[in-house]
């Protein structure tokens, strides 16, 4: 589950193929599912080499995207615009394991995706 403020829904939350640099720039799934395979996010993880790993995908149509009401007044209010999107995951391994939270409240950065992985 990725947890985010109103805007992000309305502009990265998607759902679908996504077929070229900008659909995946604008993917907040694609991004998430970048983070969790690779351990970071670059430029060259758009590219269509990496977008074909079919990994990708599967991972996607797990996720869900729901609005926390606090950070979509944070995120309007002129004084903070915070980015937070933190993630909860979930391992189906014959029993679920929970993976602990982590929030990001000033950028997505790879040293900020690096720490909620480890």
């Known amino acids: 589950m990725i947890t985010t403020q109103e805007s992000a829904l ?28 690779f351990g970071e996010l670059t430029a060259e993880h758009y590219g269509d080499a990496v977008a074909a790993d079919s990994r990708i995908d599967v991972l996607r149509e797990k996720m869900t995207c729901v609005e926390n009401l606090q950070y979509s007044r944070d995120y309007l209010d002129p004084g903070k615009r915070p980015l937070l999107t933190p993630c909860r995951s979930s391992l189906k391994t014959g029993r679920k394991q929970r993976l602990r939270r982590c929030s990001t409240h000033w950028v997505i950065a790879a040293d900020a995706m690096k720490r909620c992985l480890s």
């Open 10 to 37: 309305r502009i990265i939350d998607k759902k679908g193929p996504l077929n070229n640099f900008a659909d995946r720039d604008h993917c907040i799934q694609y991004m998430t599912a970048i983070g969790l395979i």
